[in-house]
């Protein structure tokens, strides 16, 4: 007779039938590969990847790394996750990080591609493997045997570039610094308008544009903190500051080693927002036991010109810090519903400081200039805008001198609510704004297509199909296009010239970067499509 089973014996993980101490079943973890955006930092560096194969004649198989090996066995991991000599940067990814080919670490005949941040082209130098993707690893970068010329670490300013994520090109001279923006753009419209290109139906490049500010000129930081799910009893407290890079070697500095730095002051922040972060440094001391998880914390320079009834971040003594610039007054708002105002060209813009508005006001009036030559305004006839994604009205506000109406879109009633408020104030009559989707817009927009320009700001992710096409049928006499992401913008031109009705009535009259975040590898890029 089979005895009855008992639940200890369950417990111990017997087996039922013979009550013999049963095998743990080992499970071998997988590697999950996430879907990637194609116009994503990632969807980006598979096509660099990809450019990188194609130069050296290499396959997947030559380059691909043992996910499942180095999930589940240790030995091979530790084969991975290696220092390496000798390694030559080969050229920068679009996201500012030195890429090179090494030799492969359990493919005798194979290579590796890795990415080492704050590697520039041309540097030999010494790395640490520490994680690793299917097509390429990360690095750390250890030391530098030989510099690149194109590196100058005496220009370094802040004690934690090389640590901190914010900053890539501190070390590189400024007009480098433009090149670099003028090849990603290149390179953006090479990968994701590769038919215009081919058909060599894109102008040049043009060179980028500088910022007059290349220091102190963010308006808007975000230093945040981690906190653990169960926050322990006198807990010490956490770094507040911006996410960290890896695990550099090659920068001595301090600043913590873990996922967050611990920043009390970032060169790129303007003065007074450099001040916020010093009193909200002050507060977060005092007042963290009140925290209960993680925040982030808004630091957004606010304009004034009277000091009566000043808003913003206070210093110990409860005064509320400020900075006196010319005829103005500079505070620090850190409540995402406050107003704030800046004045950009001599107008003033008022948004909700947790609202989009442009991070650096110094480059703006260059913008602003060049978006204006380029709309097609002429004194013999009535001209119309069209301004989709306006937020609060920067560009509609800006270029409605002698044009006869102008029409902002803008998805965020918020946004609208301010962007009307900004043109009254400005005491400007010719412009309407309406909530909606821009994808929608052109089913409310009479005026005359070959009288009509239109300005395209859309967020990262760029314009969809549905807004295209409407665009196309439309059939505008211009389109100025401006983007923080130069790889959607190239996707959708290319999209919009090769697969909409009117499209191949257009021709890409130019292309230019504008450079609203020196020091890092973000470029703005403006496309202009006329129609012809
Ligand atoms: C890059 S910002 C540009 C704002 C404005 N042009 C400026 O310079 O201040 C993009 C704007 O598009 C808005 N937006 C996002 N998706 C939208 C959509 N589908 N239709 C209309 N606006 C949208 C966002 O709220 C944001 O204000």
Redesign the pocket.
């Known amino acids: 007779m089979t005895p009855a089973v008992t639940n200890d014996r369950k417990r111990a993980g017997n087996d039922p039938g013979t009550g013999h101490k049963k095998q743990k079943k080992v499970v071998r973890r997988k590697y999950k590969a996430k879907a990637v955006e194609e116009t994503s930092p990632l969807g980006v560096l598979k096509h660099e990847i990809d450019l990188l194969m194609k130069s050296d004649s290499l396959h997947e198989s030559d380059i691909a790394n043992d996910m499942p090996g180095i999930l589940n066995e240790p030995e091979i991991a530790s084969k991975y996750h290696r220092e390496v000599q000798n390694v030559k940067i080969r050229q920068l990814s679009s996201n500012g990080d030195g890429l090179s080919v090494i030799q492969h670490p359990t493919n005798e005949a194979g290579k590796q591609i890795i990415l080492v941040p704050f590697g520039l082209p041309g540097d030999i130098v010494t790395v640490r493997v520490f994680k690793t993707h299917p097509l390429y690893a990360e690095a750390d970068l250890l030391s530098i045997e030989e510099p690149s010329a194109l590196r100058d670490d005496l220009l370094i300013n802040c004690r934690y570039f090389g640590k901190c994520s914010g900053c890539q090109f501190q070390n590189v001279a400024y007009d480098q610094q433009l090149v670099f923006k003028k090849q990603t753009i290149e390179n953006a419209y090479t990968h994701f308008a590769p038919k215009l290109m081919a058909a060599n139906l894109l102008p040049k490049v043009d060179s980028t544009e500088p910022s007059p500010l290349q220091y102190n000129y963010r308006t808007k930081l975000t230093p945040h903190f981690n906190l653990p799910y169960k926050k322990p009893e006198n807990m010490p407290l956490p770094p507040l500051g911006f996410g960290s890079k890896g695990r550099p070697e090659w920068r001595n500095t301090d600043g913590g080693s873990g996922s967050i730095l611990d920043i009390e002051e970032c060169s790129i922040g303007t003065p007074i927002v450099n001040v916020g972060m010093k009193n909200e440094r002050l507060r977060f001391k005092k007042e963290f036991e009140k925290y209960k998880k993680g925040a982030t914390i808004l630091l957004r320079e606010n304009t004034s010109i009277n000091d009566t009834d000043l808003v913003g971040s206070t210093n110990e003594s409860g005064e509320v810090s400020t900075i006196k610039d010319n005829d103005s007054i500079k505070t620090c708002v850190t409540n995402s519903r406050q107003i704030v105002r800046e004045v950009v060209d001599g107008r003033e ?1 008022e ?1 909700s400081a947790g ?4 991070n650096n006001n110094s480059i703006l009036p260059a913008v602003l200039q060049y978006v204006r030559s380029n709309l097609a305004i002429s004194d013999k006839q009535d001209n119309y805008l069209v ?10 506000i800006s270029c409605s001198d002698n044009v006869k109406k102008v029409i902002g ?4 009633a918020d ?1 609208v609510k301010f962007a009307e408020r900004n043109a009254a104030n400005n005491n400007i009559a010719n412009v309407k704004f309406i909530v ?6 052109f089913k409310d927009i009479d005026t005359p297509a070959l009288q009509t320009s239109v ?1 395209l ?4 992710k760029g314009c ?1 199909d549905v ?1 295209l096409n409407q665009l196309s049928e439309y059939n505008p006499v211009k389109i100025v296009y ?3 992401n130069v790889h959607s913008q190239a996707r959708d031109v290319e999209w919009f010239l090769n697969n909409t009705v009117n499209g191949a009535n257009y021709k890409v009259e130019s292309i230019k970067g504008f450079d609203f975040f020196p020091q890092t590898h973000h470029v703005e890029s403006v496309a202009v499509l006329i129609r012809v």
């Open positions: 813009f948004f609202e989009f508005f442009q301004d989709a994604y306006c937020g609060s009205g920067l560009f509609s879109v803008e998805v965020s946004s909606g989707k821009a994808e929608e817009i300005i700001d859309p967020p990262r969809d807004f401006i983007s923080c």
